[in-house]
């Protein structure tokens, strides 16, 4: 026939199918891709045209999981020619560039003398010796991480948090890829060969879990889903995650499920059987798998018929909360004590602050500061003392992210908009990383968002004493405000004092406002109250 014929031969040499093309084309067994265990199958070919094993062949040997993959050169008088041989590599194989091991050419009869069937027993014992030793050693769900680079000036920057994002939610990073693509592909952003790639990664570094910084469409996470084989997350859900895990509180938990299950809606609808898979894959971080957590106890709903019914009543559940919250706030007499709101880029150094401000060192009265991105959900509150002030409330805040998913900031805008009830915003910024500004820039945006950005405002350099003195001094050009640590105290003093001086000037401020009130009243009342002409209209007798 002139024609590539393929056949695709079982363990025990029964032929399961036979197409009339090449190993791309032909029919593979469909096998759950990302598993390490090998098929079973076998698939032989023949080339009319003569030549080795092509890409095509080899990444279907590695995407199916062959046995092993052969070519038969086929000879201009119809007899076999040379056999072209190649299986798998074990997993993490040191010093070797291939998922792949192909044999020199073979005739036939060479063929025969070969144990191919020991050689895969051989190589499967491995990959399975190698799986179990990981497994012993994993406490954490290895991830692979990709930002697509549009030209964005911050894509490195985004990429950086990316991997603190992940490290937060529990995963370890093992590979991490800055990919430049002016133009997405629409089904997978990056293309069948870069998946492909990413693949062959994952399955050397046993990760289970590919990570996209950039927010997928249902649709799009399911194609690089099937294409890969791996777990895909982006970093809404990422985020979504970190907030499932650190949710305290009746109100938090309740926020973050809702936004979640907004997020999720579409994403369950028409997935299948693949979410049982991703439930299943249990991790072993606390509470279960990256991207299947929910708030507290409860794990993500992933029941689709429940969906809808769920969220209204989460949606009920708020409203009550936010009615109360309401209340409270109105009991809240206006001119009590002065507050001040520690709001910032995650990660920032707000709660330390907090904590240094409040002498709150003593174990009962500390707020929770770690190195850890949203630390911090519920906004908290402690007594502090300003020199010519008198006491103060300093209020700790969620922290903020650029591009913050649209369903957490609906889902906590009742517990941002509190932040609008302070005197004065402490914008604290973290200088020692780079990308100040624009982490500053973020936070300003989101504040504008939520109609609070009008408010008086002081900024904190924070983390001065990890910063270059020289950046630090950029940094102070470009954004003003004072330079601090709130680690080691420096600086503090001079903050407390910036503070006291806008308290002061807020005060005068309104206390003129207020007197200027009671001269317009005053007038309007001596207008009302001066005697005019007797109306002419008015009675006569
Ligand atoms: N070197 C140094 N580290 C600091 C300083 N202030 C805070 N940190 C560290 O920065 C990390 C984050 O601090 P947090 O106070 O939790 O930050 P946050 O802004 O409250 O963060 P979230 O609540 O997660 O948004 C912690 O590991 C702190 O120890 C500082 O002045 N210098
Ligand atoms: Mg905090």
């Known amino acids: 026939?002139?024609?590539?014929?393929?056949?695709?031969?079982?363990?025990?040499?029964?032929?399961?199918?036979?197409?009339?093309?090449?190993?791309?084309?032909?029919?593979?067994?469909?096998?759950?891709?990302?598993?390490?265990?090998?098929?079973?199958?076998?698939?032989?070919?023949?080339?009319p045209k003569g030549g080795g094993l092509s890409k095509a062949d080899l990444s279907a040997l590695f995407l199916s999981r062959l046995d092993a993959v052969a070519a038969i050169e086929v000879r201009p008088d119809?007899?076999?020619?040379?056999?072209?041989?190649?299986?798998?590599?074990?997993?993490?194989?040191?010093?070797?560039?291939?998922?792949?091991?192909v044999y020199p050419p073979a005739t036939p009869s060479e063929m025969e003398q070969f144990d191919l069937a020991g050689q895969v027993s051989a190589l499967e014992e491995e990959i399975a010796r190698a799986q179990r030793t990981r497994e012993a050693k994993k406490?954490?769900?290895?991830?692979?991480?990709?930002?697509?680079?549009?030209?964005?000036?911050?894509?490195?920057?985004?990429?950086?948090?990316l991997g603190e994002l992940a490290r937060t939610a529990g995963a370890e990073v093992v590979y991490?890829?800055?990919?430049?693509?002016?133009?997405?592909?629409?089904?997978?952003?990056?293309?069948a060969g870069k998946l492909e790639e990413l693949t062959s990664r994952a399955y050397h570094e046993d990760a289970d879990l590919l990570i996209f910084g950039q927010e997928l469409g249902?649709?799009?996470?399911?194609?690089?889903?099937?294409?890969?084989?791996?777990?895909?997350?982006?970093?809404?859900q990422l985020i979504l995650d970190i907030f499932a895990l650190h949710a305290q509180g009746v109100e938090s938990r309740l926020q973050v499920e809702l936004a979640q299950l907004r997020y999720m809606k579409p994403r369950l609808l028409g997935a299948g059987t693949?979410?049982?898979?991703?439930?299943?894959?249990?991790?072993?971080?606390?509470?279960?798998?990256i991207g299947t957590r929910g708030p507290g106890e409860t794990k993500l709903e992933l029941d689709r018929r429940r969906i809808n019914d769920r969220l209204s009543f989460l949606e009920h559940q708020l409203k009550e909360v936010a009615v109360r919250r309401e209340e409270r706030r109105k009991t809240r007499s206006r001119n009590d004590v002065p507050v001040i709101s520690i709001v910032g880029y995650t990660n920032a150094g707000k709660s330390t602050l907090l904590n240094a401000f409040t002498h709150a060192a003593e174990e009962p009265r500390k707020?929770?500061?770690?190195?850890?991105?949203?630390?911090?959900?519920?906004?908290?509150?402690r007594q502090g003392f300003l020199e010519g002030i008198g006491p103060v409330v300093y209020t700790d805040t969620v922290g903020f992210i650029r591009d913050l998913p649209t369903d957490l900031t609906r889902a906590f805008r009742a517990t941002l908009e509190e932040i609008g009830d302070a005197d004065v915003?402490?914008?604290?910024?973290?200088?020692?990383?780079?990308?100040?500004?624009?982490?500053?820039a973020a936070v300003q945006r989101i504040l504008k968002d939520l109609d609070i950005g009008e408010l008086p405002s002081v900024v904190a350099l924070n983390k001065a004493d990890q910063t270059d003195p020289e950046v630090l001094e950029q940094e102070r050009a470009r954004l003003g405000g004072v330079a601090i640590s709130a680690h080691s105290g420096e600086g503090l003093s001079q903050l407390r004092h910036v503070l006291s001086q806008t308290l002061e000037d807020l005060q005068v401020k309104r206390e003129d406002a207020e007197e200027s009130a009671r001269r317009e009243r005053e007038n309007v009342k001596a207008a009302l109250s001066t005697p005019s002409p007797k109306p002419r209209w008015a009675g006569t007798d």
């Open 1 to 47: 026939m002139r024609r590539e014929i393929s056949v695709l031969i079982d363990r025990r040499g029964r032929v399961i199918s036979v197409s009339v093309a090449d190993a791309k084309g032909a029919e593979l067994p469909n096998v759950r891709k990302g598993e390490t265990r090998l098929s079973g199958f076998h698939l032989l070919h023949t080339h």
């Open 78 to 101: 119809g007899l076999p020619g040379n056999v072209h041989l190649a299986h798998l590599t074990p997993p993490g194989t040191v010093g070797e560039e291939e998922d792949w091991r």
């Open 139 to 161: 406490d954490r769900e290895r991830a692979i991480l990709v930002q697509i680079d549009q030209g964005e000036v911050d894509a490195e920057e985004r990429l950086a948090e």
């Open 176 to 191: 991490r890829e800055l990919i430049f693509r002016r133009h997405l592909k629409p089904g997978t952003l990056i293309g």
């Open 218 to 236: 249902a649709a799009q996470a399911r194609e690089i889903e099937e294409a890969t084989g791996l777990k895909v997350l982006d970093r809404t």
């Open 274 to 289: 693949r979410l049982s898979r991703i439930g299943a894959s249990g991790g072993s971080a606390a509470g279960g798998a």
């Open 367 to 381: 707020v929770l500061a770690e190195n850890k991105l949203f630390a911090t959900l519920r906004p908290t509150s």
């Open 425 to 440: 915003l402490l914008h604290v910024v973290d200088v020692s990383a780079p990308g100040a500004e624009a982490r500053y």
